[in-house]
């Protein structure tokens, strides 16, 4: 009910916001030049194009995409990067290839199902063991916390990790190249999954809510030494003997905080100013990144309030119009105006006040 309530709001929101002179160009199509072709790696290092026809389990040794230069590879992670997450997936639209992206998506489900099925303590840590051992070599798990269950990609911030299969591999011309990718989480998976309660002065504020030791939610302010200020949000669930990323969630935050600059992303991937933004939110989602401004000239510390509400904490019985509000669907950039969405209650939100400090 919670889902289909935000769906109305938005849809209505799209109406009421078609003729806000600052709404940013919403970006829907599909058809783009193919830029690349998934291809065979046969066991002898053979490069062939796959048959649409054929199925897995028909194909010989590993796929790839296949770009026809170099030039074309980078446009495609200067594509990739300039788009919201929630699009970075179906970029690669090809039933017969799996990016290491998409394999941490599948693996998490698999990861559900295992937590769903498992019918007493010792039979999920035998099937959980059997799962770790599965990915191990491909995804990673959580070093820096031993409750956290969940596989992650390594060097997931690298956009190329949409690009290339499991074992790191994409075809350039006629030539197979191997990614160097860190085996480690990514910084952004770190902000919210690894998550570390710091005291003193510091560049950034975390924080962190649970409803009934089932829920999680963990934030992070950022202040980065470029002076960019980025929100971090990340839900996770109980299950069994730890937890594990819960990505279905709708999220919505309001920084208010200064001295900064609020600012958006337009058609072209550049950054530009913004008067003001009062709420964020974003649908179906369980992490969030998102830079939100920048510190103004001058200044060398932040000082606020970060309020952040899941569909869980929002009341849902009552339907707000608010102004100034930038919600990321599904489109390449997201959109600004005026929103109608479940009311945000301060007295439901997490988060709290913070300073944090410009570290160069």
Same mark, same amino acid.
């Given at each position: ?25 919403? &970006? ?53 990067? &300039? ?15 799996? +990016? ?19 019918? +007493? ?10 799962? *770790? ?14 409750? $956290? ?5 390594? &060097? ?17 011309? !006629? ?29 950034? %504020? !975390?924080?962190? !809510? ?45 920084? $208010? ?21 009062? %709420?964020?939110? %974003?649908?179906? !989602?369980?992490?969030?990144? %998102? ?16 309020? *952040? ?52």
């Amino acid at each position: 009910m919670k889902k289909l309530l935000f769906l109305t709001a938005i849809a209505l929101a799209a109406i009421s916001c078609q003729d806000e002179e600052n709404n940013l160009p919403i &970006d829907n199509s599909s058809s783009q030049p193919q830029k690349f072709q998934v291809v065979q790696i046969t066991d002898q290092g053979e490069i062939i194009p796959t048959d649409n026809s054929k199925t897995r389990s028909s194909i010989q040794g590993e796929t790839a995409l296949q770009f026809a230069s170099e030039a074309d590879y980078q446009l495609s992670l200067k594509e990739i990067n &300039d788009m919201q997450s929630c699009n970075r997936l179906a970029y690669v639209d090809a039933n017969d290839f799996i +990016s290491l992206q998409e394999l941490a998506v599948k693996a998490d489900e698999e990861l559900e199902e295992i937590a769903n099925t498992a019918t +007493s303590e010792s039979d999920f840590k035998t099937k959980y063991s059997q799962y *770790v051992e599965k990915y191990k070599g491909l995804l990673v798990t959580n070093k820096y916390d031993n409750e $956290d269950l969940s596989l992650y990609v390594p &060097d997931g911030d690298n956009v190329s990790t949409y690009l290339v299969n499991s074992n790191r591999k994409v075809v350039i011309g !006629n030539e197979v190249k191997k990614i160097s990718l860190s085996d480690d989480m990514s910084e952004s998976d770190k902000a919210v999954y690894a998550y570390t309660p710091l005291s003193g002065e510091t560049n950034h %504020f !975390n924080f962190q !809510n649970f409803i009934e030791d089932k829920k999680k939610t963990t934030g992070r302010v950022d202040l980065e030494s470029s002076r960019v200020i980025k929100v971090h949000v990340g839900c996770q669930k109980k299950t069994w003997h730890g937890w594990k990323r819960d990505n279905h969630r709708d999220v919505y935050f309001q920084l $208010d905080a200064a001295p900064m600059f609020f600012e958006l992303r337009n058609v072209a991937g550049v950054y530009y100013p913004v008067d003001y933004i009062r %709420f964020h939110a %974003f649908r179906n !989602n369980g992490k969030i990144e %998102f830079r939100t401004g920048g510190l103004k000239l001058d200044a060398t510390s932040l000082s606020g309030t970060i309020s *952040v509400w899941t569909d869980l904490t929002v009341n849902t019985s009552e339907q707000v119009s608010y102004k100034n509000v930038y919600v990321d669907y599904e489109g390449k950039y997201g959109n600004y105006g005026i929103y109608t969405l479940p009311k945000l209650d301060p007295s439901n939100a997490y988060g709290g006040e913070f300073t944090v400090v410009l570290i160069k």
